[in-house]
Each structure stands twice: as structure tokens, then as C-alpha cells.
């Protein structure tokens, strides 16, 4: 059977195999964790507001803060444990894709995610401890993640692309596959949940991983032909040997490049993390928002919330390539998605009705436009035989931050919740100057001078860095 190279089925079905649990994940914590603080029953009903009857009862007025309190908590300790392995991860397996393909760094977070999902689900059916979903967290952390995942796919599509304009458009793309698939799961998410329980959706976004395992393994062509295995026993070490290469494949990714290629390079990797921090920190919030007073959403009003926000990847993409096609340049596509996310942000704390929560979303409609574009804008600086290495810099800080934002806005929503819901939503806001600040110092620097530069340039800084270790790496460079 001859293979295809369409990975964005792959997304596709990921993203929805994801989507359908995520929203439940904080739900089935919070809704646990109400049981065993307050001994009751959790709260359900049809009316949009949950906390409507118990607004005079000062018990469940504080029993709400406390789970809030504890929900965010957990979520912090579960970030934190899992960040480490995670990280290795993603460097060590997205580097590695240059030498040994890219289908390892996707089907193994896929391994992963199918072993996180079957441990909720096997919590949830037998009621085990709660505190078990953390050890679930641990466990699947050296698997990789999603940005693990998503590395090794932006990476596949890299080796894939001929230009730069096809590049920009098919990492749109396959953001907006994310936003797509994720809206309709996020969507049945709410009815699911009320019309089976925990335990289907879990079992359902595990027999949708199992299908996407054998469709990467079977079915996914490689874009990568590997190293013989005896071409790196040079010096009688082939784990050693394929240590280094994945280690210098990073390192020589900035060695060989000119000064302003590095500096325009190390620049828009900057205004990406700083970005993606305050963006995940932000919506990483929105569910314990809706479920805390006076919004107290029920699982269907949460589901068209979450919904709502997905649409968000497909005008991005809308955004994306029409801008692309008109010549938009591609720091003022990103200038517009940040300053779109700051806007929703600073309306968001003051949402305290159904209507206007709904509304907040709207203006955040081109905040996803930053990532795909500046993804391209680096992967034009880098060479092709580089690609694996650079995706793996950013998938590995991608996961850094956001784990590392999840964990610090959790913590802050948690300390300032008595006082102001809101604040987080503010502080991601406000730190969207740093990327602001840095985009102004990309456009004076040029980033099309960098990529001249680049082309001048083609190899000689490397071929003289490569002297030394040349019988140990050459594999790595052929």
C-alpha cells in the first residue's frame, strides 16, 4: 500500500481526540473535588446559572472558593510534576527527527496522550483517587506532549514545502485543523458529558488515538530518509553518537548562521515564548472562570464557550492567508494578532453575564495569527537540513512555557480570587508588552536582510566549526 503524505488528518483527529476531554478534565476534577470538601452532591441543572439558588447560602458561597482554590491548585501540582520529562522530551525527539524521521516524534506523544486519557478514564470508572490523575501526568510526561506532537508535524510539513508562502499558509492550516476539529469536540463535549457521564467521552477519545496511531504507523509516508545504523559507529559508540548529533543539530543550527540571522532569529524566538505565555496563561483560566460566581456555566454552556473560542484558529487561518495574499508584511500579521488577544483579555474580567462572556471572544478572533506566522518567519532563516532542530528549540520552549505559565496563573488566579476573578486575565494582558516591544526591535533590525544575509552565506561559518568533530558528525550533516 503506497503512503501519503497528509499529516493534517492526523492533527485533525488528534486535536479532536483531545478537545473531547480537556474541557472534561477541570470539570471531572472540580466536580470531585466538590464531593469530598463539601460531602454533597455536586450541583446540576439546566438553568444557566448553577449557583442561582444557593446565592443566599454564605456555606456555598465559600464551598465555591475553596474548590476553585483547590481545582487550580491541582492543576499546578500536575503541571509542575510533568514539566521536566516533558521538556526532554520534546528536545531530544523533535532534534532527533533530522537523523532518524519524523514519524517517531508523532507517534510517540501519541502513545503518550493514549495512556494519560485511558488513566482518566480508568479513574473515573472505578472511582479511584483522584490524586492518581497526578501519577497519570508523571507517567506520560516522557512521551512528549502536545507540543511535542506538533513539533514533529510543523517540522514534516517544513520538508514538505518549497516556498515560503506555502509554508505560511500550510502552517495556518493546520492551526486552523486544530480550531475546526476542536470546536465540534468541544461543542459534543457538554451533551456528551450529560447524556453519558465522564467514563464514554474518555473511552471515545481513546479508540479516536488508537485510529490515529495506526494511521501515522500504516498508512503516513516518511519525508525523512534515516542514517544507516552502522554509518554512526565511528568511535564504537552509536548512543553516543547519536546523543551528540542530536545536541550539536541545536548548537550548529545558531553556529552557522550570520550575526543578524542569529539575532533575528533569537528575537522572533523571544516574542513567540513571550507570547505563548501570556496566551496559554489566559485561556488556561476561562473554564474555572465560567464555573466560579456570578457566571457558575453548566457543562453545555462551557462547551459552547470553549466552542466559541476555537473559531478563533479559523479566522486566524481566514486572516492569515488573506493577509498573505495581499502582501500584508508579516510583523504587522503579528503586531494585529497580539494586539487582538490583548483586547479580549481586557474585557474579559468584566464579563459577569452570559451574554457579554460570549461577546469577549469576538474580539480575540485573530489572536492565533502570531503563531503560524512567526513558525515561518524562522523556518525561512534555517536551512532544510535543519528544520527537525529548530522546531525542536521551539516546541521544547513552547512546552517550557506553557507548563510554566499554567502553573504561575494558576497560582495567581488562586491568591487573588477573593479579591479580584479577574486579575490574571489583566496580567496576561500587560505582559503582552514584551513581545510588543521586541516585534519593534525585529522591524528595525529587517528581517529580509537577515534571510539575504543567510543565502550569501550558505555554509563556510559551519564547514569551519565542523573541522574538529568532522569523523564523529558527518552523518548528521550529509
Known amino acids: 500500500m503506497k503512503g501519503l503524505y497528509l499529516v493534517e488528518p492526523v492533527v485533525a483527529l488528534y486535536a479532536f481526540s483531545c478537545f473531547l476531554i480537556y474541557p472534561l478534565v477541570q470539570q471531572y476534577v472540580y466536580r470531585r473535588l466538590w464531593q469530598e470538601l463539601t460531602n454533597t452532591p455536586y450541583p446540576s441543572s439546566d438553568n444557566a446559572s448553577r449557583c442561582a439558588d444557593n446565592s443566599s447560602s454564605s456555606n456555598h458561597s465559600s464551598y465555591h472558593e475553596e474548590v476553585q482554590r483547590q481545582a487550580s491548585l491541582f492543576s499546578l501540582y500536575s503541571e509542575l510534576l510533568s514539566l521536566i520529562p516533558s521538556l526532554v522530551a520534546t528536545l531530544m525527539l523533535v532534534a532527533y527527527s533530522d537523523r532518524g524521521g519524523r514519524k517517531v516524534t508523532i507517534i510517540i506523544p501519541l502513545i503518550g496522550t493514549l495512556i494519560y486519557t485511558l488513566s482518566f478514564l480508568a479513574v473515573s470508572y472505578f472511582e479511584l483517587n483522584i490524586y492518581l490523575l497526578i501519577i497519570a501526568s508523571l507517567l506520560s510526561s516522557p512521551f512528549g506532549g502536545l507540543a511535542t506532537f506538533l513539533g514533529g508535524c510543523f517540522a514534516y510539513i517544513a520538508d514538505l514545502c518549497d516556498n515560503d508562502r506555502q509554508k505560511t499558509l500550510r502552517m495556518a492550516g493546520v492551526d486552523m485543523m486544530i480550531g475546526l476539529l476542536s470546536g465540534v469536540a468541544l461543542i459534543s463535549t457538554g451533551y456528551f458529558l450529560r447524556a453519558a457521564g465522564f467514563n464514554w467521552p474518555f473511552l471515545t477519545s481513546a479508540l479516536f488515538q488508537c485510529l490515529i496511531l495506526l494511521y501515522v504507523i500504516f498508512i503516513l509516508e516518511e519525508t525523512v530518509t534515516k542514517v544507516p545504523a552502522d554509518s554512526v559507529i565511528l568511535d564504537g559508540s552509536t548512543q553516543r553518537s547519536a546523543m551528540k548529533q542530536t545536541i550539536y543539530g541545536v548548537y550548529y543550527m545558531f553556529a552557522r548562521a550570520s550575526r543578524r540571522s542569529k539575532t533575528t532569529l533569537f528575537l522572533l524566538i523571544l516574542i513567540f515564548t513571550s507570547f505563548c505565555f501570556a496566551y496559554v496563561g489566559g485561556n488556561s483560566l476561562m473554564t474555572l472562570y465560567e464555573l466560579n460566581k456570578p457566571l457558575c456555566w453548566n457543562e453545555i454552556l462551557i462547551g459552547?464557550?470553549?466552542?466559541?473560542?476555537?473559531?478563533?484558529?479559523?479566522?486566524?487561518?481566514?486572516?492569515?492567508?488573506?493577509?498573505?495574499?495581499?502582501?500584508?508584511?508579516?510583523?504587522?500579521?503579528?503586531?494585529?494578532?497580539?494586539?487582538?488577544?490583548?483586547?479580549?483579555?481586557?474585557?474579559?474580567?468584566?464579563?459577569?453575564?452570559?451574554?457579554?462572556?460570549?461577546?469577549?471572544?469576538?474580539?480575540?478572533?485573530?489572536?492565533?495569527?502570531?503563531?503560524?506566522?512567526?513558525?515561518?518567519?524562522?523556518?525561512?532563516?534555517?536551512?532544510?537540513?535543519?528544520?527537525?532542530?529548530?522546531?525542536?528549540?521551539?516546541?521544547?520552549?513552547?512546552?517550557?512555557?506553557?507548563?510554566?505559565?499554567?502553573?504561575?496563573?494558576?497560582?495567581?488566579?488562586?491568591?487573588?480570587?477573593?479579591?479580584?476573578?479577574?486579575?490574571?486575565?489583566?496580567?496576561?494582558?500587560?505582559?503582552?508588552?514584551?513581545?510588543?516591544?521586541?516585534?519593534?526591535?525585529?522591524?528595525?533590525?529587517?528581517?529580509?536582510?537577515?534571510?539575504?544575509?543567510?543565502?550569501?552565506?550558505?555554509?563556510?561559518?559551519?564547514?569551519?566549526?565542523?573541522?574538529?568533530?568532522?569523523?564523529?558528525?558527518?552523518?548528521?550533516?550529509?
Not at 532563516?381 to 517550557?400: D, T, Y
Open 304 to 478: 459552547y464557550g470553549s466552542a466559541l473560542s476555537s473559531t478563533v484558529f479559523l479566522v486566524s487561518f481566514v486572516g492569515v492567508s488573506a493577509f498573505t495574499y495581499c502582501g500584508v508584511p508579516q510583523l504587522l500579521i503579528v503586531l494585529m494578532g497580539i494586539l487582538s488577544f490583548i483586547s479580549g483579555m481586557v474585557m474579559l474580567p468584566f464579563a459577569k453575564t452570559t451574554f457579554l462572556m460570549f461577546m469577549v471572544r469576538v474580539p480575540m478572533l485573530l489572536s492565533v495569527m502570531p503563531f503560524p506566522v512567526l513558525r515561518s518567519m524562522t523556518s525561512k532563516i534555517i536551512s532544510k537540513s535543519e528544520q527537525g532542530a529548530l522546531f525542536a528549540c521551539l516546541s521544547f520552549l513552547e512546552s517550557l512555557t506553557t507548563n510554566v505559565s499554567a502553573a504561575v496563573f494558576n497560582s495567581v488566579y488562586a491568591a487573588t480570587l477573593e479579591w479580584f476573578a479577574g486579575f490574571s486575565f489583566l496580567l496576561a494582558a500587560g505582559l503582552c508588552v514584551i513581545p510588543l516591544f521586541v516585534l519593534g526591535v525585529v522591524s528595525l533590525i529587517g528581517v529580509d536582510d537577515a534571510e539575504e544575509v543567510k543565502e550569501q552565506e550558505p555554509v563556510f561559518q559551519g564547514e569551519e566549526d565542523l573541522v574538529e568533530d568532522q569523523n564523529d558528525h558527518v552523518s548528521l550533516f550529509s
